[in-house]
């Protein structure tokens, strides 16, 4: 299968690689060709790393990364047989690109979006089949995270559902089923958790540390609420909270005043160097 996977990102080149590691051709594009080369450097540095730690022989590592192609726009998505974007959780860019590469789409691909949160039968207005759209929800760090969430829109066909999770099964994931409501299963249950976590950290409920040691203890999870928003970003989650609120109109899904001011004070996370701990060093370190 040729897979196109739209954003060179943290996310698409994660979806990048374990396309290849299943053995798809894959062709990534984002902004412009640097960007995407950029990505593959990326990916060659993270397989460089399970080389060393002998987790991946240099030939399979070498083989993995020659089934990757930079591309420069989305007219080289023409021979692919499915697509799936990747870029930031903003509903009028994805659509922007949908329209775009829907252009040079053959009769019989498929077209997938990895948005976290945006119902997949409104963003299929933008795409050339909506039969052949379908939401495809990796989580990250995609390499080592088995979910994908699928979701199938209104006009989502039987044929494009079965050979969406044939394709992530093949890539050794779990596949789970959502309906097309607004955060799907994973968001619609995690981000009220992190919202609720930076309202208590706002409100003076305990400091940071401990909300996150209690939540990563007490609840028997892998990181703390706090940690973990700076992981996949503040701007993202807040982007997310916002869909809830919007596509629901319930009131506990309005976002903490202190997510708010940290995404406009360009706080958004590790990605960015600082969140709610500056990333800077060694160690993340708490700034509040």
Sequence with gaps: MIVGVIGAGQMGA???????????????????????????????????????????????????????????????????????????????????????????????????????????????????????????????????????????GLATSDDTLAKVEGFGRGLGKEIVHANDAPGFIVNRVLMPMINEAVFALGEGVATMQDIDVGCRLGLNHPMGPITLADFIGLDTCLEIIRVLYSGTGDPKFRPAPLLVQYVDAGWVGKKAGRGFYDWTGSEPVPTR
Excluded: W, Y
């Design 14 to 152: 994660g979806i990048a690689q374990v396309s290849a590691g299943a053995g798809h051709d894959v062709l990534l594009s984002d902004i412009d060709l640097a960007r995407a080369e950029a990505g593959k450097a990326g990916i060659a540095k993270a397989l460089g790393r399970l080389v060393a730690e002998e987790k991946m022989t240099q030939g399979d590592a070498d083989a993995l990364l020659g089934r990757i192609t930079p591309v420069a726009d989305h007219s080289a998505f023409a021979p692919a047989d499915l697509v799936i974007e990747a870029a930031t959780e903003r509903e009028e860019i994805k659509r922007a690109i949908f329209a775009s590469v829907g252009q040079h789409l053959s009769a019989t691909a498929i077209l997938a979006s990895n948005t976290s949160s945006i119902p997949i039968t409104r963003l299929a207005q933008a795409a050339p089949d909506p039969a052949r759209f379908i939401g495809v929800h990796f989580f990250n760090p995609v390499p080592v995270m088995g979910l994908i969430e699928l979701i199938r």
